[in-house]
Nanobody
């Protein structure tokens, strides 16, 4: 079992920045990829970014250049630096951790961007 706890969400003005954090606990030795997804009101959950244990990253086209995912394996924590926030970025952001074929999810942290 892996437990994930996100933090860092909030209400910001367009153009602002946030840094989301997600701390993993439990069977952390088995975690390979970690990542972030988001779900906006009335929309399906979508991938934001993924980072492998080796630090290889993948981003959704909509966030490339504005979002940066990073990972501290010693702290079992994954981060998402969000710059140039837009109202369309308003969503609940979920952290994920993959072990083998199973993906664990955090409870989510709300990001709201005002115009």
């Amino acid at each position: 079992q892996v437990q994930l706890v996100e933090s860092g969400g909030g209400l910001v003005q367009a153009g602002g920045s946030l840094r989301l954090s997600c701390a993993a606990s439990g069977s952390i030795f088995s975690i390979s990829d970690m990542g972030w997804y988001r779900q906006a009101p009335g929309k399906q959950r979508e991938l934001v970014a993924i980072i492998t244990r080796a630090g290889i990253t993948t981003y959704a086209a909509s966030v490339t250049g504005r979002f940066t995912i990073s990972r501290d394996n010693a702290k079992n924590t994954v981060y998402l630096q969000i710059n140039g926030l837009k109202p369309d970025d308003t969503a609940v952001y979920y952290c994920t951790a993959t072990t083998g074929l199973y993906k664990y999810w955090g409870q989510g942290t709300q990001v709201a961007v005002s115009s």
